[in-house]
Antibody, heavy 121, light 108 residues
Framework: QVQLQESGPGLVKPSGTLSLTCAVS?????????WTWVRQPPGKGLEWIGE???????NYSPSLKSRVAISVDQSKNQFSLRLNSVTAADTAVYYC??????????????WGQGTLVIVSS | SSELTQDPAVSVALGQTVRITCQGD??????ASWYQQKPGQAPVFVIF???RRPSGIPDRFSGSSSGNTASLTITGAQAEDEADYYC???????????FGGGTKLTVL
C-alpha cells in the first residue's frame, strides 16, 4: 500500500525559503493521481496549498500562488514543496497526500505523518 | 466563492446520531470528502460522497449532499469518534482545493 513521508528542515529563518520533500513508497508517483500539499498552523485548521500531476502540471491556492512552487521527480518517486519569503504565519505542520479524483470531486488518501516547520530567527 | 463553512463545535451523546454540516458554493458542483483528525495525528480520510469509504472506516459513517450543503452523519457515535472533522471540496473556478474550518465533535 502507498505510504508518504515528508522530510525537510524543521526551522527556517524569516524571509527565507521553506523546502520540503514527500517520498512515495509502495507505489509509483507516475500514475493517474494528483499529489497534494496541505498545512496546519498550530491549533488551527487545514489549509490546501497546491497539487502536482506526474507530468508536472500544477494547481495552487490563490492565497499562496505568488510564493509557492511544487515540483516532481519521477526518478526518485517524490515531489517537493518550496515556499519563499516565509514569515511566522507560515509556521505549521506540513502534510503531503495523494489525491483521488473524478468528475464528481476528489479526496485525499493516504496522508503522510506531517512535519512541523517553524519560522523563526 | 471557494469558502466552506462548518460549525466550530458539535456534541452528541454516546450511541446517538450526529450530523456535521459543510456549506459552500463549490458543493453545488462537487461532492465533499470528509477527514477525521485526532490530537497529534494526521488527518484520516473518512468518506466521499454518500458511501465511498476506505477500508477500516465503520459504516456508521455516511455522507449526503443537497444543494450547497454536504453532511457527515455518524449513526451511533462512539467515544473513539471524538475528533476534529474537516470537509474538503474543489473550487471549479480556479481549480484548487479548499477545506472547511473544521468541527470539533465531543461525545458525551
Amino acid at each position: 500500500q502507498v505510504q508518504l513521508q515528508e522530510s525537510g528542515p524543521g526551522l527556517v529563518k524569516p524571509s527565507g525559503t521553506l523546502s520540503l520533500t514527500c517520498a512515495v513508497s509502495g507505489g509509483s508517483i507516475s500514475v493517474s493521481h494528483w499529489w497534494t500539499w496541505v498545512r496546519q498552523p498550530p491549533g488551527k485548521g487545514l489549509e490546501w496549498i497546491g497539487e502536482i500531476y506526474h507530468s508536472g502540471a500544477t494547481n495552487y491556492s490563490p492565497s499562496l500562488k505568488s510564493r509557492v512552487a511544487i515540483s516532481v521527480d519521477q526518478s526518485k518517486n517524490q515531489f517537493s514543496l518550496r515556499l519563499n519569503s516565509v514569515t511566522a504565519a507560515d509556521t505549521a505542520v506540513y502534510y503531503c497526500a495523494r489525491n483521488y479524483g473524478d468528475s464528481e470531486g476528489d479526496w485525499l488518501d493516504p496522508w503522510g505523518q506531517g512535519t512541523l516547520v517553524i519560522v523563526s530567527s | 466563492s471557494s469558502e466552506l463553512t462548518q460549525d466550530p463545535a458539535v456534541s452528541v451523546a454516546l450511541g446517538q446520531t450526529v450530523r456535521i454540516t459543510c456549506q459552500g458554493d463549490s458543493l453545488r458542483s462537487y461532492y465533499a470528502s470528509w477527514y477525521q483528525q485526532k490530537p497529534g495525528q494526521a488527518p484520516v480520510f473518512v468518506i466521499f460522497d454518500k458511501n465511498r469509504r476506505p477500508s477500516g472506516i465503520p459504516d456508521r459513517f455516511s455522507g449526503s449532499s443537497s444543494g450547497n450543503t454536504a453532511s457527515l452523519t455518524i449513526t451511533g457515535a462512539q467515544a473513539e469518534d471524538e475528533a476534529d472533522y474537516y470537509c474538503h471540496s474543489r473550487d471549479s473556478s480556479d481549480n484548487h482545493g479548499v477545506f472547511g474550518g473544521g468541527t470539533k465533535l465531543t461525545v458525551l
